[in-house]
């Protein structure tokens, strides 16, 4: 049981220290406007990465369901903004045309 503690701890602390690093060492008033607009995106294309793959692997027979709800979801957060409503439509416009 020692030996697991020590090894959370240790895990603790290293998944810490990269977290922090940015906070410690860079202030975000020193960072060039262009370095911050690009950092800017960078939840967006995380959020993406871990979202896009997911969607297609979940109906690789229809691929035309998840891009459906994609769409739905692009199109309404784009004009409309918002998490619930494109959530749900998307979910809504997928199982729709898996239905048909």
């Known amino acids: 049981m020692d030996n697991i503690l020590w090894i959370v701890l240790g895990m603790m602390l290293v998944t810490y220290i990269p977290r922090l690093f940015p906070f410690v060492t860079m202030a975000e008033d ?3 406007p262009r370095i911050r607009k690009f950092l800017n ?3 967006y294309t995380a ?3 871990l979202i896009i793959p997911g969607v297609f ?3 690789p027979e229809i691929p035309l369901a998840a891009i459906g709800g994609i769409c739905f979801a692009v199109i309404y957060s784009w004009f409309k903004g918002g998490v619930f409503i494109p959530v749900i439509g998307s979910i809504v416009i997928t199982f729709i045309i898996l239905s048909m």
């Open 30 to 32: 020193n960072l060039p």
């Open 57 to 59: 692997s979940t109906t």
């Open 47 to 49: 959020l993406g990465a």
């Open 41 to 43: 995106y960078v939840p």
